[in-house]
């Protein structure tokens, strides 16, 4: 009888959960027996994901919710027969607003990431001035570029919408999505799309509501979707961490292995793969999947092989941190007519957005309550991460109560931190990927999947970790 083979993978977040899943489903549809050993050194699964159940509150300390744009979330959901648990952002607001010159004011309808599509909202709003606005319309008489290749955020958004553009929207509604700083984010790495819409359509606006009438005609084509329509954002009833704990269930307690942090990967002498722990236990594997941070990877790397460990330590990462606060409704004059608001840089705030979390989501707070999510830190102002919760809170407080007039304290507050937790695709990312894969390509049954590489939200991160199981597998069978 054929010793089963055995697979290793290296962190527990949504990517590792979600190889781990892949594999789990591949032995059971070929009736074939492996060994799965999920390694993480917290002592809970889910990485990023957490959702703590402080009742009658619903706190997510991470990600709080996922695009439906992007397929592979909303698939393996319904996989795992969850989809009757999804949650559409709340109907009784919509929209963002942007903080600017001491006042809030609501992004205006029809802006898609930062590219204008209807005119009428865009010209009565008072968030960009009239010179920005007649920048921002140039937009379709500014000629595309010629050289091929990357460029940064910031490169792009001046030569094609301008300053005031860059500064009031792209920095904190693109930027934002990495917490990055746009005049190093690459372009290619982060949002290709608006490259490639610069190519097709002469500029973005055009590229803009081509993809729209492209969409809409896509839409009707397809046969209409079961249940009910999905919206752009989308979350789950008892939050996020459900996803996790599902996932935990189908591999089986037996696989994952919580507190238990690795030291070094190498090759071992039968063809494989030696796994050592820092309590100085080892196992060994016919396959290697790494989800880590890419630091974290760097470190596993570093005795035998060095030139990937220098690569992957190449590859910059940020903190951040989410501050949670419970506020009885009373106590807040704005009306929240929307899901809360982002913080230009230029503004010069200590907070980067707002999430009005029980606004946006329902299940998230009682009756007559708002539960508030305030981000913190990001590229520009990392140092504030390090401070103490209460220090945190008090600043969180005194930027609410210039942003929004809200005076009395909060009646709960939960922190979470995120040290380097947040990669940064700089110029140069997608070369130093192909350089990174060259190398694992050379060694048999290694694969590196999760945010530092393709992809930072939790589609991408599932899909990655999906597609190294099905790389791993295909490779042992």
């Known amino acids: 009888m054929m010793t089963p083979k055995k697979y290793a993978i290296i962190g527990g977040g949504i990517t590792g959960l979600a190889a781990a899943y892949e594999l789990t489903q591949k032995s059971r549809q070929t009736d074939t027996p492996i060994k799965i050993e999920l390694f993480e050194k917290a002592p809970e699964m889910g990485g990023k994901i957490i959702t703590k159940k402080d009742d009658p509150y619903l706190i997510e300390g991470g990600p709080d919710c996922f695009i439906v744009e992007k397929p592979w979330a909303l698939q393996l959901i319904k996989e795992l027969g969850l989809e009757g648990e999804l949650l559409n952002t709340s109907s009784q607001a919509t929209g963002t607003f942007v903080y600017d010159n001491n006042a809030l004011h609501r992004l205006p309808e029809g802006v898609m990431m930062m590219v204008p599509t209807k005119p009428i909202p865009f010209i009565l709003s008072k968030l960009i001035s009239w010179p920005g606005k007649i920048r921002m319309a140039c937009d379709i008489l500014v000629p595309k570029r010629k050289e091929a290749g990357d460029e940064t955020l910031s490169s792009f958004v001046r030569r094609r919408l301008g300053k005031e553009a860059l500064d009031k929207l ?3 509604l693109i930027g934002g999505i990495h917490a990055g700083d746009p005049e190093n984010m690459s372009l290619l790495s982060t949002f290709p799309r608006f490259l490639e819409m610069e190519q097709d359509g002469g500029s973005l606006i055009i590229g803009m509501l081509k993809r ?64 050592e722990e820092k309590n100085q236990e080892s196992t060994d594997a016919d396959a290697v999947i790494v989800t880590t ?54 503004a010069n705030r200590r907070i980067m957005a707002v999430t009005w979390s029980s606004i946006k989501w329902d299940h998230r707070a009682p009756e007559g309550m708002v539960l508030l999510r305030a981000f913190v830190g990001g590229a520009h102002r990392q140092e504030l991460v390090s401070l103490g919760d209460q220090e945190m809170i008090k600043m969180v407080r005194e930027e609410l109560s210039t942003i929004m007039n809200i005076s009395s304290p909060p009646q709960k507050s939960w922190v979470y931190r995120w040290m380097q937790g947040m990669p940064q695709y700089i110029m140069g990312h997608l070369e130093r990927l192909e350089a990174i894969d060259k190398i694992t390509k050379t060694y048999k ?18 899909n990655q970790g999906r597609q190294a199981a099905v790389k791993a597998w295909e490779s042992l069978t």
Not at 254 to 274: F, V
Not at 309 to 319: A, F, G, M, Q, R
Not at 448 to 461: F, N, W
């Open 170 to 172: 792209a920095e904190p």
């Open 293 to 346: 941070e890419t630091y974290a990877a760097a470190n596993f790397f570093r005795n035998e092989l060095p030139r990937l460990s220098d690569l992957l330590d190449e590859i910059p990462y940020v903190s951040s941190a989410t501050v949670s606060l419970a506020f009885p409704r009373k106590a807040i004059p704005h009306p929240l007519d929307a899901y809360g608001f982002i913080v230009p840089k230029i």
């Open 212 to 275: 729209q009438k492209k969409m809409v005609a896509m839409m009707k084509n397809r046969p209409a979707p079961s249940g009910p329509k999905k919206t752009f954002f989308i979350s789950m009833n008892d939050g996020l961490g459900r996803l996790v704990d599902e996932l935990e269930k189908v591999i089986g307690s037996d696989n994952l292995h919580p507190d238990r942090e690795i030291s070094q990967i190498r090759p071992s002498q039968t063809g494989g793969w030696l796994i």
């Open 445 to 462: 049954g290694l694969y590196l999947a999760g945010a530092g590489y393709r992809g930072i939200g939790i589609p991408d991160c599932i």
